[in-house]
């Protein structure tokens, strides 16, 4: 399933914060970037900023070593293309980006 799917659901169905919030926090509940050699104590011990496909950018993840997300299970699930997402924002803004030609 094309991962932007997910997105236009998340958009077209017209969620409200609280529900946008629920995808999101269940996103973070299999997410895997806490064991990632990239992910940093600074985006929160209990691992509180993840799912950055979904969320985009870190607040402070800055330095880029080894990215898991391709064997993250919600990544095949969503058909997810890109990587580093914490690093260089989510799957809608990484295509976004790709498509305008700015990298
Ligand atoms: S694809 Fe990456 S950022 Fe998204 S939930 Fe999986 S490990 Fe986390
Ligand atoms: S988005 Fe990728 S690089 Fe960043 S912490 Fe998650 S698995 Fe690691």
């Known amino acids: 399933m ?3 799917y997910f997105e ?3 958009t077209t169905l017209n969620l409200t914060p609280e529900e946008r919030e629920m995808v999101i926090e269940r996103r973070k509940t299999r997410c895997i970037c806490d064991i ?3 992910y940093r104590l600074c985006a929160g011990e209990e691992g509180e900023e993840r799912a950055f496909c979904t969320v985009g950018l870190s ?7 080894e990215c898991l997300c391709s064997t993250c299970p919600l990544s095949r699930e969503m058909g997810l293309r890109y990587s580093f997402y914490c690093t260089r924002g989510s799957e ?3 295509h976004i980006r790709d498509i305008i030609g700015i990298r």
């Open 59 to 65: 607040a402070c993840i800055d330095t880029e070593d």
């Open 36 to 38: 990632c050699p990239t």
């Open 2 to 4: 094309p991962s932007d």
């Open 8 to 10: 236009l659901l998340l």
């Open 92 to 94: 809608n803004q990484q």
